[in-house]
């Protein structure tokens, strides 16, 4: 008999049925993977240009704000409402020239698939980097097609921190109050 070479069909049948088996167990857990990539770029996305806004605002001694924009277009309203609002993007508007009226914009959108959502219709720093007005609070990013969350945490000083955890269609993000005399505001998760 000759030293023969190669495959036989049925070998190849067998390694062919044992990638279908691998990619069909993998494929889930990787679309699961991007998702959740896509979701943590978003988070990092807005948290940088939230970042870019408060220097920008220390930086050029004026106040600049962020109003919250959903699918359509239209400004997220009604903050008063206990339920967050969803957005995908967010317009950043500064006064140039002083005369109260903002003159510049840069706008942040989210990636396909992943959403926001906030109980503040918009927010603003002032000249030192301090947020305007009572809008501490929490703005959540996830992605409709992976449970993982990813959340930016104000504080009433402007101070952000980025948290992660499972996404919960029913959890109420949003804006926490601002603090009371006396009230400990304190980060959640930070020790004193």
């Not at 924009?69 to 002083?98: C, H, L, M």
Request: hydrophobic share 30%; glycine share 10%; proline share 3%.
């Amino acid at each position: 008999m000759k030293n023969q070479r190669g495959f036989t069909l049925l070998e190849l049948m067998v390694a062919v049925a044992l990638v279908a088996i691998i990619v069909s167990i993998s494929s889930p857990a990787w679309q699961e993977f991007l998702s959740n990539r896509r979701t943590a770029g978003a988070s990092r996305e807005l948290y940088n240009a939230l970042q870019h806004v408060r220097m920008k605002a220390i930086k050029e001694g004026q106040t600049i704000t962020v109003i919250y924009y959903d699918d359509k277009g239209d400004a997220v309203s009604d903050a008063s409402d206990e339920t967050p609002k969803p957005f995908s993007s967010a317009r950043i508007s500064w006064d140039q020239n002083g005369d109260g009226t903002p003159e510049s914009t840069e706008v942040f959108t989210a990636s396909s698939h992943v959403l926001c959502d906030t109980n503040q219709e918009s927010m603003g720093y002032n000249s030192r980097g301090i947020l305007l007005g009572c809008n501490s609070g929490t703005l959540r990013v996830w992605n409709d097609r992976s449970l993982r969350e990813y959340s930016i945490v104000i504080n009433n000083l402007g101070t952000m921190r980025q948290a992660s955890g499972t996404h919960e269609a029913s959890s109420s993000g949003g804006a926490s109050g601002c603090g009371q005399e006396g009230e400990d505001d304190q980060d959640p998760g930070e020790e004193s």
